[in-house]
């Protein structure tokens, strides 16, 4: 029996997203190919990952999750000794991850992501003499912040020389804000805290502001160091692995743009588990067009601008309309209140708006039954989200923005529609051509083909292993 370890940033059942999805269906259909598999993961808190925990004292916990057994790195180990540099090679990580890799001894590491674990994993599986597979959900090897969005909202393709872009993107992003600062220096040095407390408020302030000014000026240089020191380590590192599986054109064009050797790059469509959605594939009736939103609440995933398009619409075409938005309301509760504030303002057209919460798995099928449209508004380069592959099995057309990952899915008057990134007017203009022909939507519908499943990716990812595993005995 073949052994496998799967690698993630996080898992379930704390953290539900795309990747976590992906590395726990590769990791069942392995074993319903008589593979022993093994999950690592982090646990870092979901708003930031650089920040401390509350409680930061446990080490590891593990536990099976859908009969797959899991293995946890948490934040007592994450935040040991914590510096900047850790986040993409973390020494204390490694020496775990080694006793990890001696304990289960795998034929191969399956690495879906290393972000929160970093590299160093990848140089302990090396010195082990472990192949790694990479499949890579996201950019984390070339931009720290995974997302490849600059402050100003535009997108981009590489840190560039020195890392200068990454200067005023991802540094100021290792610093904590001003009262974390301030808190954990008084932490430390208690009788500067004491001394605060007798200032009066205004010279307090001021202190306080001082003093986080003081922590900056001092952290800086190492925090620079760490930005720029980053793609070359990153690049060395990719270019040690045995392959790097990318699901789109786009990820594998920015990893060879930025020093990834394209040999050991292919393209591997992500599949998806179709058995509870291709029933789903008849809308039930509606007297409104219903437009909907699956994921997670938050910046980067332009549910504000769906929102804006949406109360944008003509009213005539809004009275024929309703916009159904799922997603977890306490993960980012801020971008949820900018996002209901939207709503409140528009008065009566923001009652066709529903914030409908989370769903189980299970339901994802049932629920696509009651979305006529649904559209992914990223402000970043997605790579396939799986949400738009479920929407695509239950033959739900798609309107997307412009933007390499999601346009690959969406073929523009065939099975969906695209719109101009960050650009809500471009997709009220979308919403308005569906809202005008209603034939439009049945005809996309009609041009959607089977979707790839779990099956067929890891079919290809047998292939990979097949080139890279060395036969021991068994």
């Known amino acids: ?10 898992f379930f059942p704390e953290h539900r997203a795309g990747t976590e999805v992906l590395t726990l269906k590769i990791a069942q259909e392995l074993q319903k190919r008589n593979y022993e598999v093994k999950v690592v993961a982090a646990n870092p808190p ?17 536990y099976d999750f859908e009969d797959v057994p899991v293995h946890i790195v948490e934040e007592g180990l994450r935040l040991k000794d914590y510096k900047f540099d850790f986040e993409y090679y973390h020494p204390h990580i490694k020496a775990h991850f080694a006793k990890i890799l001696q304990q289960f001894k795998p034929d191969l590491v399956q690495a879906v992501h290393v972000q929160n674990l970093s590299a160093a994993v990848i140089e302990a ?3 082990a003499h472990v192949p790694v597979v990479f499949y890579s959900t996201d950019f984390w090897f070339v931009c720290p912040i995974v997302q490849l969005k600059r402050p100003d909202g535009a997108v981009c393709r590489g840190p560039g020389p020195l890392a ?4 005023d993107c991802y540094t100021p992003k290792l610093f904590p804000g001003d009262a974390e600062i301030v808190q954990a220096v008084t932490e430390k040095y208690p009788a500067v805290g004491a001394n605060l407390e007798t200032l009066p408020a205004p010279v307090k302030d001021l202190t306080k502001s001082a003093l986080s000014s003081l922590y900056r000026t001092i952290k800086l240089p190492g925090a620079v160091q760490a930005t720029m020191a980053r793609p070359a380590i990153l690049k060395d590192f990719a270019n040690g692995l045995a392959k790097i599986l990318v699901p789109t054109k786009l990820m594998r064009d920015i990893f060879v743009e930025n020093g990834i050797n394209d040999k050991l790059i292919r393209i591997v469509h992500f599949g998806i588990d179709t058995a509870k959605l291709v029933d789903h594939q008849v809308k039930k009736p509606s007297a409104k ?7 997670t609440f938050f910046e980067h995933k332009g549910v504000d601008l769906l929102i804006k398009a949406f109360l944008s619409l003509s009213l005539e075409h809004a009275s024929r309309a309703e916009l159904k938005l799922y997603g977890d309301l306490k993960q980012f509760p801020q971008y949820v209140a900018v996002l209901k504030k939207l709503v409140f303002a528009a008065g ?3 009652d066709a708006v529903s914030f409908l919460g989370t769903f189980p798995n299970d339901a994802l099928g049932s629920v696509l039954e009651e979305i006529d449209v649904l559209v992914v508004p990223s402000r970043w380069y997605e790579n396939t989200p799986l949400v738009m592959q479920s929407a695509l099995a239950t033959r739900t057309p798609l309107i997307v923005t412009d933007l390499g990952g999601m346009s690959e899915l969406v073929r523009e008057g065939e099975n969906g529609l695209l719109f101009k990134l960050n650009d809500h007017k471009s997709l009220a203009r979308q919403l ?5 022909d209603s034939t439009l939507l049945a005809k996309f519908s009609a041009n959607i083909k089977p979707e790839r499943t779990v099956a067929d990716m890891v079919d290809d990812i047998e292939s990979v292993y097949a080139e890279v595993l060395t036969v021991r005995p068994q």
Do not use: F, P, W
Request: with cysteine; aromatic share 2%; glycine share 8%.
């Open 1 to 10: 029996m073949r052994r496998v370890l799967l690698t993630a940033h996080k």
């Open 46 to 62: 979901d708003l930031d990952a650089r920040r401390k925990a509350e409680t930061a004292s446990q080490i590891e916990s593990n």
């Open 125 to 127: 599986c090396n010195e």
């Open 164 to 167: 200068l872009k990454c200067l």
């Open 289 to 295: 067009l219903r437009i909907g939103y699956i994921g």
């Open 348 to 350: 009566g057209k923001g």
């Open 432 to 436: 308005t051509a569906v809202l005008a």
